[in-house]
């Protein structure tokens, strides 16, 4: 069982920076891959980021390579993402999740999620 806790949304102008941090309850916090994923007004809940349980390999939804860049940190529990050159369009409830597996892209394949939180960007 893993419990996960986001923060660090908030509201900043477009072309700053956020880092996104998921705090992860229970011991086998290191035996998952986890993921980000965002959901706008309107739209459906998209794949944003992905690490494996390692952090030896990291995924990207096209739109994110060279902006954004996920961590972890597993004697923290804990997980980032690091959000640079930000854009209106990036505004959304960003999620963290987890699943005892390879990492995809499939929100439908991830059994824990936290509560989100909102990045806003303005133009």
């Known amino acids: 069982q893993v419990q996960l806790v986001e923060s660090g949304g908030g509201l900043v102008q477009a072309g700053g920076s956020l880092r996104l941090s998921c705090a992860a309850s229970?011991?086998?916090?290191?035996?998952?891959?986890m993921a980000w994923f965002r959901q706008a007004p309107g739209k459906e809940r998209e794949f944003v980021s992905g690490i494996d349980w390692s952090g030896g390999r990291t995924y990207y939804a096209d739109s994110m390579k060279g902006r954004f860049t996920i961590s972890r940190h597993n004697a923290k529990n804990t997980v980032y993402l690091q959000m640079n050159s930000l854009k209106p369009e990036d505004t959304a409830v960003y999620y963290c999740a987890a699943r005892p597996s390879v990492v995809v892209a499939a929100d439908t394949s991830y059994g824990y999620w936290g509560q989100g939180t909102q990045v806003t960007v303005s133009s």
């Open positions: 229970g011991r086998t916090f290191s035996s998952y891959s």
